[in-house]
């Protein structure tokens, strides 16, 4: 028969340092990644909506068709195009139809955003309004540009674009500015190649 053995005091403190070390070491950790998430995660959340919505826009302008009743349409606020698409997402097996896109300036709950409008396009309709309206993006500013070909062949940059008269831009550029944080914006520049 083994005789039962007690925990001696230099065992029971021993323990009791090393549990508290390790509460330490966790609570540091912890406090460490809160500082973080307040310190990037107002930055980034508007980052990762920006990336959104350009992807969006580069979607769109990938996909966008020339078409003669809807020309390409741009000014510094607004850029205008056809693309096809399903009339509902929802329903798969839905026809492709004509679909005008808008991209534009537009005002949300009194704040400004970047909105994609699209609305269908039948021949011999007038202009439809909007089917869908989404707002893709809080903003300061939004600044589109187009580009063309000068007589020299040299690329040109213009704040306005009518496809009737001028056909499709060679690329298309949008700069936004977004609020990040309280007085902060962050500015971006993207150059969308049309098809």
Known sequence: RLPIRGMTLVEVLLAVTLFSTMLGATGALLQAGFRAQSTWGGTVEPAVRMERALNRISLDLSSAQKFFAVPVQGA???????????????????SPEWVRVVYKLGDENGAPVLIRE????????????????????????????????????????????DGAVDGVPQLVRLTLTVPTTPGKTLTLSRVFRNP
Do not use: N, Y
């Not at 510094?76 to 929802?90: G, H, M, N, T, W």
């Open 76 to 94: 510094k606020d607004q850029l205008a195009f056809a693309r096809v698409e399903p009339l509902s997402i929802e329903d798969a097996a839905a």
């Open 118 to 161: 699209a609305a269908v396009w039948r021949l011999g309709q007038a202009a439809a309004d909007p089917q869908s309206r989404e707002a893709l993006l809080p903003i300061t500013e939004l600044v589109w540009a187009f580009a063309r070909a000068d007589k020299q062949g040299q690329r040109l940059w213009v704040d306005s674009w």
